[in-house]
């Protein structure tokens, strides 16, 4: 399996034939390797609503003819727009054709704002639990710290987490450390940082102060084997 960063926070997946993307915001990002027009995804997996992570979700599952996982109203939203999307919530776990996915709480927002400005409601944010192959990914989506973390680690053998460190809008790096200590992860990778000057962080610092051989800023593009 075969985990990549694309920078913010987009995160791709490819296990089993199948290509799965977290949050796909490409096009108005500064701070990916990835060109939307060419991303290829069989799933896509959204945290929240937010346009710096719903992104290019519009372009790339009708192009690709993707499904979308999402909280509730998010699922609802992007539905009648015509994507195959599907509904989940906090708690709630089910399994697909290329694996499990749960979602968990998260402390954020939730919202999406249309080009005429308007502002969409999408439900709660989240987290999410992916699970293929008896391998376990976490993507914390955006996020202060909470301590039902040390549950989602007690309850899951998570073998790779997805931190946001960017301060600001999420957990900076001082509680991003405390939940990667409480997550027990075996492997930790920062995220949600850099894209803009208000979420500038230093992700090597980061990754060097996560327990020894734990923690990894992967520059866009760069993977991980699981």
């Known amino acids: 399996m075969k985990v990549s960063y694309h920078g913010h926070a987009v995160v791709k997946v490819e296990a089993n034939g199948k290509t799965i993307l977290f949050d796909p915001f490409i096009s108005d990002n500064g701070n990916t390797d990835l060109d939307a027009d060419q991303v290829k995804a069989d799933v896509i997996l959204l945290t929240h609503g937010h346009n710096d992570h719903v992104g290019d979700t519009f372009e790339i599952a009708k192009r690709n003819d993707a499904q979308v996982i999402a909280p509730f109203e998010l699922a609802t939203y992007l539905g009648n727009k015509g994507l195959n999307a599907h ?14 996915v749960k979602f968990t709480q998260a402390f954020h927002g939730s919202s999406y704002q249309e080009e005429d400005g308007t502002i969409v409601y999408t439900g709660m944010p989240t987290g ?6 008896g391998k376990t990914i976490y993507h914390a989506g955006d996020t202060g710290l909470f301590s039902d973390m040390k549950m989602i680690g007690e309850r899951n053998d998570i073998d790779l987490a997805f931190l946001p460190i ?21 492997q930790v990778v920062p995220v949600h940082y850099n894209t803009f000057d208000l979420i500038a962080q230093d992700g090597d610092a980061f990754a060097h102060e996560v327990k020894p051989g734990k923690g990894h800023a992967l520059k866009p593009g760069e993977s991980i084997d699981l």
């Open 87 to 100: 509904p989940m919530y906090i708690g709630g776990g089910h399994e697909f054709e290329f694996g499990h």
């Open 128 to 133: 999410i639990l992916l699970t293929i192959d």
């Open 166 to 186: 960017g301060d600001n809008f999420t957990m900076g790096p001082s509680d991003a450390l405390v939940a990667a200590e409480w997550l027990q992860a075996k």
